[in-house]
Structure formats: C-alpha cells, structure tokens
C-alpha cells in the first residue's frame, strides 16, 4: 500500500502545481487525462494484472456510453458547441478516481475525487456545460467502475493489540 499512496500523492502534487499554474480549460483538460492515467499507473506499479483488466473494462465501457450518448442526444453546449450531453471531461475524470476507490479504497481516491470534482466545476463555471451534463457524465465514469471493479485483494497490514502490547498483523487474500 506504500506504493499506492506514493503513486496516489505524486498525482495530487502534480495536480496541485498544474491547477495552480494554469488557466481554467487548460487544467481540466490535464486532470481527465491525468486522472484515469493515476489510476491505470497504479494497477502497473502494484502489478496488479486482474486490476488492469478491470480498469480496461471500465474505461472502455465509459468511453461508449459517453460518446454514443454525445452522439446520439446531440445537445448545444451554453456557449454554443455541439455535444453538450454528457461532459465526457467529467465522466473520464470520475472514473479514475472510482476506480482507485473501488479497486484500492476511499482514503486513496480523495485527492482524485477533489480533482475530478473541479473538472465538472470548471466544465460549468466555462459554460462548456450544462450542470445536468456534468451530473450524468460523473454518474457514467462512476457506475462504469462500479459494474467492473473488485476490491484489490494484496497484502494488508493492520496494527493491533496483542496482550498488554501493541504489534501488527500481515494478511494476504487470495
């Protein structure tokens, strides 16, 4: 799990110095990109075969509903673009960050959650989107890993009491 949160932290800082050194539109475009990148180099760094599938599986699945939905609804955006609905910033960037939740758990995927949040903030505060677009676009990126993710079954290493001391247990789950 120390890999993880190395891996999960270096993306916050990463994320930090990109939103504080660009403009609204250049960032959010980073972060959907950014987000699911996290979260596809995490199953690579822990090795973890059966999470990429799975990764694989979600992300294509949120690429299709996304954009066939764009493509078949066709709504104007506020600012006068074509394929309004839904945010596919937004559905990208949910589903990294529900799948680090999902696969490796909750305290994880904060930093990426925040993250993705500010990409359906932005999508509206630009008037790129309607908030009815970013809504079902981080709808969409989270019930795709949802459907696809299992909870990541490496070793697991827990403090507890023992007698009138403290130590720690190491589990593995197969």
Same mark, same amino acid.
């Given at each position: 799990?120390?890999?993880?949160?190395? &891996?999960?932290?270096?993306? /916050?800082? *990463?994320?930090?110095? #990109?939103? !504080?050194?660009? @403009? $609204?539109? &250049?960032?959010?475009?980073? /972060?959907? *990109?950014?987000?699911? #990148?996290? !979260?596809?180099? @995490? $199953?690579?760094?822990?090795?973890?075969?059966?999470?990429?599938?799975?990764?694989?599986?979600?992300?294509? @699945?949120?690429?299709?509903?996304?954009?066939?939905?764009?493509?078949?609804?066709?709504?104007?955006?506020?600012?006068?673009?074509?394929?309004?609905?839904?945010?596919?910033?937004?559905?990208?960037?949910?589903?990294?960050?529900?799948?680090?939740?999902?696969?490796?758990?909750?305290?994880?995927?904060?930093?990426?959650?925040?993250?993705?949040?500010?990409?359906?903030?932005?999508?509206?505060?630009?008037?790129?989107?309607?908030?009815?677009?970013?809504?079902?676009?981080?709808?969409?990126?989270?019930?795709?890993?949802?459907?696809?993710?299992?909870?990541?079954?490496?070793?697991?290493?827990?403090?507890?009491?023992?007698?009138?001391?403290?130590?720690?247990?190491?589990?593995?789950?197969?």
């Amino acid at each position: 799990m120390k890999k993880l949160f190395t &891996t999960s932290a270096s993306s /916050l800082v *990463v994320a930090s110095s #990109l939103m !504080a050194g660009s @403009t $609204t539109g &250049t960032t959010e475009d980073i /972060l959907q *990109v950014l987000i699911p #990148l996290t !979260a596809y180099g @995490t $199953t690579l760094y822990l090795d973890d075969e059966e999470g990429q599938t799975q990764f694989y599986k979600s992300f294509g @699945t949120n690429l299709a509903v996304t954009y066939g939905l764009k493509f078949a609804v066709d709504k104007k955006r506020p600012n006068g673009g074509n394929n309004s609905f839904p945010s596919g910033h937004t559905s990208a960037a949910f589903q990294g960050a529900s799948f680090i939740h999902f696969r490796y758990g909750l305290k994880y995927s904060i930093p990426a959650y925040l993250a993705a949040a500010y990409v359906g903030y932005s999508r509206v505060a630009t008037d790129a989107h309607y908030t009815t677009d970013v809504v079902v676009g981080a709808l969409i990126g989270g019930l795709s890993s949802y459907y696809f993710t299992t909870e990541y079954k490496g070793y697991e290493i827990k403090p507890m009491a023992v007698n009138s001391g403290l130590g720690f247990s190491i589990s593995k789950t197969w």
